[in-house]
């Protein structure tokens, strides 16, 4: 089974200012990583995703994540953020198979406020 | 093209009576997942549809949810009866291909009160 740990309930930035939300996972097996955003009354967008390669993934919006094996995380970061922004950003896994498909476990999210 | 459409997207119901929502999937998507996504939470499946197949129910509490997908395609979620700790946003899925790599792509939810 996985699990995820998302380490910060709520990250407060002012705007222009560089970002990161931590996030660890815990699997027995080998997992595909993924970071998804909610913006009020709105379902989540995925923002990028791990699948293999390169452990440095660029998604949408500027957002960039790591993938560190040896500790397990999946971190997400931006540079400068912005005003809109501020939303609640979701780290998921789901179990690397090669056929069919596994459901993705969410961590409990953090809430991104940024301040002008 | 469009998104996943859900409805309707607020309810509020007493306790005891019955409630549905209702999952309208993006066009050829066969995957269809129900979540529950508790205030302050992260999303929790709920169940998991291949086609018309529920292929993972084991989360959905089968005393009072259940859950169908006829003819493949739109989805309803019902709950009967509800209790105060149904209060939550139910969110639909649907998914772009066969395998966990490809992005599912997410409802705007059905927030439901229940007094």
């Known amino acids: 089974a996985q699990s995820v740990t998302q380490l910060d309930s709520q990250v407060p930035v002012f705007e222009e200012a560089p970002v990161e939300l931590r996030c660890n996972y815990s699997s027995s097996v080998s997992v595909y990583l993924f970071w998804y955003v909610q913006y009020p009354n709105q379902g989540l967008q995925l923002l990028l995703k791990?699948?293999?390669?390169?452990?440095l993934v660029k998604g949408i919006n500027g957002f960039e994540a790591e993938f560190n094996k040896s500790q397990t995380s999946f971190h997400l970061r931006k540079p400068s953020v912005h005003i809109s922004d501020t939303a609640e950003y979701f780290c998921a896994v789901s179990a690397r198979i090669i056929q069919g498909a596994q459901k993705l476990v969410f961590g409990q999210g953090t809430r991104l406020t940024i301040n002008p | 093209e469009a998104g996943v459409v859900q409805s309707p997207r607020y309810k509020i119901i007493e306790k005891k009576q019955p409630v549905a929502f209702w999952c309208n999937p993006i066009s050829g998507h066969n995957t269809l997942y129900w979540y529950l996504q508790n205030l302050g939470q992260g999303p929790e499946l709920l169940i998991r549809y291949e086609n018309e197949e529920a292929v993972d129910d084991s989360q959905l509490p089968k005393d009072r949810f259940s859950a169908e997908r006829l003819k493949g395609v739109d989805s309803t979620l019902k709950i009967q009866p509800a209790e105060l700790g149904d209060s939550a946003v139910y969110l639909c899925?649907?998914?772009?291909?066969?395998?966990?790599?490809?992005?599912?792509?997410f409802g705007p939810g059905t927030r439901l009160t229940v007094l």
């Open positions: 899925a649907s998914r772009s291909g066969p395998s966990s790599y490809n992005e599912q792509f």
């Open positions: 791990y699948l293999s390669g390169s452990t």
